[in-house]
């Protein structure tokens, strides 16, 4: 499946999950952690979904599923990931004449986007894909990845996004700027926090912030 790599911004936008199994858990915990507001429809659902609810942290409808759900609630995206493959393509079609974003779970063919295998460190997202191929290879890649990228590279993305208007009006043109970042980057700065030095690290960070904006 080819595709169009992007990071979807789903905070405080209104999203459906159809669907109420451990593979709906795991959907609406990503949507969670990135800030969406979520209406889950499902006769039965998960134990932890229906204590998420409690919480007052997702919507529960339960009920079957039915058109007019998406009519009345006019969600940004939609997620199918019901164990009946009738009612998901039933999902997607609405969807797709609503035009309103849907995933299938495990049909990328009736999907307008595929979730990735992601790794978090702060403000830096990595996302893996395989078009579908193979959930176990982007689980195994994930995993490859993670070892590479420790706690030591969310801290440095801190430094750098605290940083960001300060270059912006630096008087630094592009070429300046990246060669700058490049210099940090391959600075000893990872290898200082990777050794629990974040005092030497910071103060390399800011000798190169300030010999690079001279």
Excluded at 182 to 197: A, E, H, M, N, V
């Amino acid at each position: 499946m080819n595709g169009y790599p992007a990071v979807l911004k789903v905070e405080n936008r209104r999203c459906v999950l159809v669907g109420g199994g451990q593979v709906a858990t795991r959907k609406v915990t990503t949507l969670l952690d990135a800030g969406a507001h979520i209406c889950l429809i499902s006769p039965v659902v998960d134990p932890i979904l229906q204590q998420l609810s409690k919480e007052g942290r997702i919507e529960i409808r339960h009920v079957a599923y039915h058109p007019d759900h998406l009519t009345e609630i006019k969600p940004f995206l939609v997620i199918a990931a019901t164990d009946n493959p009738d009612i998901n393509q039933q999902v997607a079609a609405d969807a797709t004449q609503m035009n309103i974003l849907v995933n299938v779970v495990d049909t990328p063919s009736q999907s307008d986007f595929t979730n990735m295998a992601t790794i978090r460190r702060g403000p830096i997202v990595v996302g893996v894909a395989s078009g579908g191929a193979s959930a176990a290879l982007s689980a195994y890649l994930k995993a490859q990845i993670e070892v590479i990228l420790g706690p030591e590279i969310e801290i440095l993305a801190e430094w750098m996004g605290e940083t960001r208007q300060m270059m912006q009006v630096s008087g630094l043109n592009q070429p300046e700027r990246a060669a700058l970042w490049q210099k940090t980057l391959t600075s000893p700065i990872l290898d200082l926090l990777r050794q629990g030095d974040s005092t030497s690290a910071r103060q390399l960070f800011d000798e190169l912030l300030a010999e690079g904006m001279r």
